[in-house]
């Protein structure tokens, strides 16, 4: 018996795929949206791995729905980077986390914000081809926009 709680969105992997290098200096966030509006994809898997020179991540205080900045310092490794595209607001939105290593290979990571600047990263997008659109809209009671 399924959890009837459970949000479940079904589809397939349409075949596509959109894979890049990132400019150095720019920022990842708004490159990976930026891959996928070019590509067309409203819903993807996005994968990535490389290097920043330096990172800002986000953590959600579940008590407060405040998200709190981190600011990490370079030159990082990108250990895993992992994601989703989806629709918020009719347009491909990415909701993305990274676990990032520093000098001594210790980590961290958390939900990627604007300001993590690629040194070099290489990205790949999967497309998803939903039955329906996959959106996202606010749920105040979680605190962030979530798949409806
Ligand atoms: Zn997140």
Same mark, same amino acid.
Request: hydrophobic share 45%; net charge negative.
């Given at each position: 018996?399924?959890?009837?709680?459970?949000?479940?969105?079904?589809?397939?992997?349409?075949?596509?795929?959109?894979?890049?290098?990132?400019?150095?200096?720019?920022?990842?966030?708004?490159?990976?949206?930026?891959?996928?509006?070019?590509?067309?994809?409203?819903?993807?898997?996005?994968?990535?791995?490389?290097?920043?020179?330096?990172?800002?991540?986000?953590?959600?205080?579940?008590?407060?729905?405040? &998200?709190?900045?981190?600011?990490?310092?370079?030159?990082?490794?990108?250990?895993?980077?992992?994601?989703?595209?989806?629709?918020?607001?009719?347009?491909?939105?990415?909701?993305?986390?990274?676990?990032?290593?520093?000098?001594?290979?210790?980590?961290?990571?958390?939900?990627?914000?604007?300001?993590?600047?690629? &040194?070099?990263?290489?990205?790949?997008?999967?497309?998803?081809?939903?039955?329906?659109?996959?959106?996202?809209?606010?749920?105040?009671?979680?605190?962030?926009?979530?798949?409806?």
């Amino acid at each position: 018996m399924p959890n009837a709680g459970m949000h479940v969105f079904t589809g397939k992997t349409s075949g596509r795929v959109a894979v890049a290098r990132l400019t150095q200096g720019s920022d990842l966030l708004d490159e990976i949206n930026s891959l996928a509006e070019r590509a067309g994809f409203a819903a993807a898997t996005v994968q990535f791995i490389g290097a920043l020179r330096k990172a800002v991540v986000l953590v959600l205080d579940q008590d407060t729905k405040e &998200y709190l900045n981190i600011d990490v310092p370079g030159p990082l490794e990108i250990v895993s980077g992992s994601g989703n595209i989806s629709l918020r607001d009719g347009k491909p939105f990415a909701h993305v986390h990274v676990v990032v290593s520093g000098l001594d290979g210790k980590c961290i990571g958390g939900h990627v914000a604007n300001g993590c600047e690629v &040194y070099l990263t290489e990205l790949v997008l999967t497309e998803l081809a939903m039955d329906k659109p996959l959106e996202r809209t606010l749920d105040k009671e979680v605190g962030v926009a979530v798949w409806q």
